[in-house]
């Protein structure tokens, strides 16, 4: 074979494969033409003794559209190795059509996301974008991913004093109802009901945020309060 590229003695991480071990890597034509121990030469070649190589990660939780003071440039995915980011529900049914075309569409990684069940994502931490529960639009968020498949992979909801007030069960509800067989996203934060939101988690949804470790997360000495 005339290889473009090989990358010599990496440490190879391939989970798909089951690889994880010191190899060689070669490229042609802008693809992984193969993976193996003293491939043939290419036409240029580097040595990667000592170093990590592995396929591009996904980051399953970014905030990627810059219309909210949270969110910060996708371009940055690339030099930590990611090539796929998801975006944790920046935007609701009203901006995320604007976070499509001129973010997602023009990303040099891939970004999937999440849809906020609030109507406009988290704006600012000026004020939780669910104190008042007439932000929370599952009938608008369902049509939305539903025109979006590939792209939307869930519903996000944030439920915690500064996020939801006490509407934090009743947007979980809502969020669950509009996203159908699609996996939801928990954030909880200090004020949320944990042992009540796990029990109303089905396969497949997420809980995040639940180990930062300010006595509001998942362990054990938090749900005994």
Not at 201 to 219: E, M, N, S, V
Request: glycine fraction near 14%.
């Amino acid at each position: 074979m005339n290889y473009d590229l090989v990358l010599r003695n990496a440490h190879v991480i391939d989970p798909s494969q089951g690889i994880h071990g010191t190899c060689d890597v070669a490229v042609g034509e802008g693809r992984i033409a193969a993976i193996g121990a003293a491939l043939p030469a290419g036409r240029a070649e580097a040595d990667l003794g000592g170093l990590y190589l592995c396929p591009g990660l996904i980051d399953l939780h970014g905030h990627w559209y810059q219309g909210s003071a949270f969110g910060i440039d996708p371009a940055m995915c690339l030099n930590h190795g990611v090539t796929t980011a998801v975006d944790a529900g920046t935007t609701g049914f009203v901006n995320f059509e604007e976070f499509r075309r001129h973010t997602v569409e023009r990303a040099a990684v891939r970004l999937l996301a999440f849809l906020n069940i609030a109507a406009v994502g988290i704006p600012s931490p000026l004020a939780g974008e669910l104190e008042d529960l007439r932000y929370a639009r599952p009938r608008e968020t369902a049509a939305l991913l539903g025109c979006h498949p590939g792209l939307l992979v869930g519903v996000k909801v944030r439920i915690g004093t500064g996020m939801s007030a006490g509407n934090g069960l009743e947007a979980l509800g809502q969020a669950l109802a509009a996203a159908g067989r699609a996996p939801v996203m928990v954030h909880i934060s200090k004020g949320a009901e944990t042992p009540q939101i796990l029990a109303r988690l089905r396969p497949g949804d997420i809980l995040t945020h639940c180990y930062q470790g300010r006595g509001d997360g998942l362990l054990l000495s938090d749900l005994v309060r």
